[in-house]
């Protein structure tokens, strides 16, 4: 049982990745689409590439959007609308006419009786109220059918035979003709008009309802393929009617319903796909960055903004697949730059886009533009800690994203005719939210503990107090630091390494030196120097410890480990020369361990760097009269002393970038003494 806990702890790192390898693959498999892949690809206006294609089930041809569309309009152009009929009306009016008329009518005036025109008036007043009379104008045409409810039944009309109530006056004038006085005729002209009150209305509601209930009865299908039948030929262009068949089986072939064993298929085939894609990840990790890959801290953050970037698409698409370009997928391969190195952030970008091509539709078009903008934001962001940058990249990627949208859509229709220009504003707001990345790569910090450029800077900055601090303490400590953060800066950019990182690892790497800052020449300014009352034991005892008193003071400031690395490994195993020397003299038996610096040995090109810098600027003050030739030899002879113990063993940087790190180091001390080159007399 202790054998077996035994290897467990050994292999704990590797345990845990496994354990995050099986939970990433089960969260994306969880968002993939639970449905089957068509497994031919193809774009309007192109050939099909493939061999003859022959329906392999008999399904229907869905008919587009644009046609479907027009079928509901059609609808709506010719639906029949309801009106409601109300007999009350007719009674309220009809008493209504005969009080206006009782008041207004006058015997001594016409020659018609008070009766005779009443019964006039009401004959016309039955037969208008018959068809009914309204009161509003409607865009139907006279010839329009209408359905006309009165009561519990449905009786069809002419539009024209409903009576607009501003017409009654022409239609009682046309009824009585010749037959009564012109004095009569104003009179039931005016008094039927005032009286007739309009008793059919346009019922919205139920003509709407009808409308919908023909919208939803329209056939999404026209027609129908059997299985066998041809589908495309090989070379034919497709588009047109060609286009919709092929959609049509698309969709259909997506949306079969699947048995429980087609179902059980289908997972083991997304779990094969999205496993493979989770260890190409691993691999690679493994292969080119073995440092990110032994920490299991960097791994889970990169896993998780892969699986973060599958959510976020999947919930877009889900609610709304045309929004899908909203997703800012560019702030991955940003944040993982910021964090890391531009090829894995790429590296990255691309898996995750293969994951997203089984969710998203028009796959191919999707993974051309967002590989082209994960391209573009790689090469084009360099300092993400200079804001302007970060917006200059933010532009050049909306721009790329509009011109190959725009690109695409030419080559598809052959036209602007149909373009959706709302697509360049998702891309406009697709660009804005990667500017989010600042404050997220600001949240990731202290989330997952890592540091990115950003920080970096700020911590550069020499009037941060923990500096300050090293200034007044141990100025001379200070100087040398700025001297070493000059020269590793300058090797590092040379050699392609971390230039920011080195600069602050350099200006923070002697912080320990703060706790007894005279026991160190750089700061002996009165010529006294204490060591020569101490035992040279106790001496380096006290020049060794500034490396953990450092590595103290710099979790107590929160450093990121980061830099707390150049701290431990800036002396790597080295031994404490001077006072080993002075111990050996007095004592042939002394344990060489004890003036030996505990490690670890530079294990990054960032910490080697600084270990070559501290070293050779340290050194530089010993020489007397420095010329250009010694400064060569003295740069040489430290450094490869340096490599003769295997200081560098776990460094990865090779023998030409070390003779690159020389050169630059040379070239800089003598710019520091301000030497030129010795011509031979």
């Known amino acids: ?38 497994k031919y690809h193809f774009q309007k206006g192109k050939p099909w590439q493939y061999e003859n294609l022959y329906a392999p089930f008999t399904f229907t041809i869905k008919k587009g959007e644009e046609a479907i569309a027009d079928e509901e309009a059609a609808i709506r152009e010719n639906s029949v609308p309801y009106f409601e009929y109300d007999n009350e009306v007719i009674t309220e009016s009809r008493a209504r006419f005969s009080e206006l008329l009782e008041e207004t009518f006058v015997d001594s005036i016409y020659t018609t009786s008070a009766s005779q025109a009443r019964e006039a008036g009401l004959t ?80 919205t509601k139920r003509t709407e309802a009808s409308i919908a209930a023909e919208i939803e009865a329209i056939s999404p299908t026209r027609g129908v393929v059997e299985k066998g039948e041809r589908v495309v030929e090989k070379g034919v262009v497709v588009e047109g009617e060609t286009y919709q068949i092929l959609n049509s089986l698309k969709e259909e072939y997506q949306s079969q319903v699947w048995s429980q064993s087609n179902y059980y298929w289908l997972i083991l085939g997304y779990t094969i796909v999205v496993a493979l894609v989770f260890l190409m990840l691993f691999l690679f990790l493994n292969k080119y960055r073995q440092t990110i890959f032994s920490d299991n801290t960097k791994v889970t953050f990169i896993v998780f903004n892969i699986v973060l970037m599958v959510l976020l698409t999947t919930i877009v698409v889900k609610w709304e697949a045309k929004y899908v370009y909203v997703v800012p997928l560019c702030i991955l391969p940003l944040i993982l730059k910021a964090f890391f190195d531009p090829r894995l952030g790429l590296f990255v970008h691309v898996l995750t886009l293969m994951l997203l091509g089984f969710i998203v539709p028009n796959s191919f078009e999707y993974l051309f533009l967002q590989i082209i903008a994960g391209i573009v934001t790689i090469l084009t962001v360099s300092e993400l800690y200079r804001r302007a940058n970060l917006f200059i990249s933010v532009g050049q990627i909306t721009l790329i994203y509009i011109v190959a949208y725009f690109a695409f859509f030419i080559l598809q229709e052959g036209s602007l005719q149909r373009i959706l220009w709302e697509n360049f504003a998702y891309f406009i707001i697709c660009g804005l939210a990667t500017l989010f990345a600042h404050p997220l790569i600001y949240l990731y910090e202290k989330l997952f503990g890592l540091v990115s450029d950003v920080s970096l800077l700020e911590l550069s900055d020499t009037n941060s107090k923990l500096l300050k601090e090293l200034a007044n303490k141990a100025p001379g400590t200070f100087h040398h630091s700025l001297n070493v953060a000059n020269l590793g800066e300058a090797a590092a950019n040379e050699i392609g390494a971390n230039a920011m990182l080195v600069r602050v690892g350099a200006l923070y790497h002697d912080i320990g030196k703060m706790k007894n800052p005279t026991y160190f020449t750089e700061n002996q300014v009165s010529g006294v120097n204490p060591h020569s009352e101490l035992d040279p034991q106790e001496s380096a005892e006290i020049i060794i410890d500034h490396v953990i008193d450092g590595i103290e003071i710099a979790r107590k400031n929160n450093l990121p480990d980061r830099v707390v690395d150049f701290i431990r490994t800036h002396h790597g195993t080295s031994l404490v020369y001077y006072f080993y020397k002075q111990a050996k003299d007095l004592d042939e038996t002394i344990n060489e361990d004890d003036f030996r610096y505990p490690g670890p040995m530079p294990f990054s090109k960032e910490t080697a760097i600084l270990m070559m810098a501290d070293s050779v600027e340290a050194a530089s003050k010993s020489l007397k009269e420095p010329t250009s030739t010694k400064i060569d030899d003295f740069v040489e002879k430290i450094i490869d002393g340096q490599m003769t113990q295997n200081q560098f063993l776990n460094a990865n940087i090779t023998f030409k970038e070390i003779q690159v790190i020389k050169k630059v180091l040379k070239k800089k001390l003598n710019n520091i003494y301000h030497l030129r080159v010795e011509y031979p007399e």
């Open 124 to 203: 016309i007043l039955e037969s208008l109220y018959e068809n009914g009379v309204i009161d509003q104008i409607y865009s139907y045409s006279p010839e329009a059918l209408i359905y006309l409810k009165k009561g519990d039944r449905i009786e069809e009309r002419i539009y024209s035979q409903l009576t607009q109530r501003e017409n009654i006056p022409g239609i009682v004038s046309k009824r009585l003709g010749d037959t009564y006085s012109k004095g009569i005729q104003l009179l039931l002209q005016k008094t039927l008009k005032r009286a007739m009150e309009p008793n059919v209305t346009l019922d």
């Open 1 to 38: 049982m202790s054998q077996f806990f035994s290897v467990l702890s050994k292999n704990q790192s590797l345990i845990y990745k496994g354990f995050l390898f099986v939970i990433a693959t089960i969260l994306v498999i969880y968002l993939m689409p639970k449905g089957g892949q068509f």
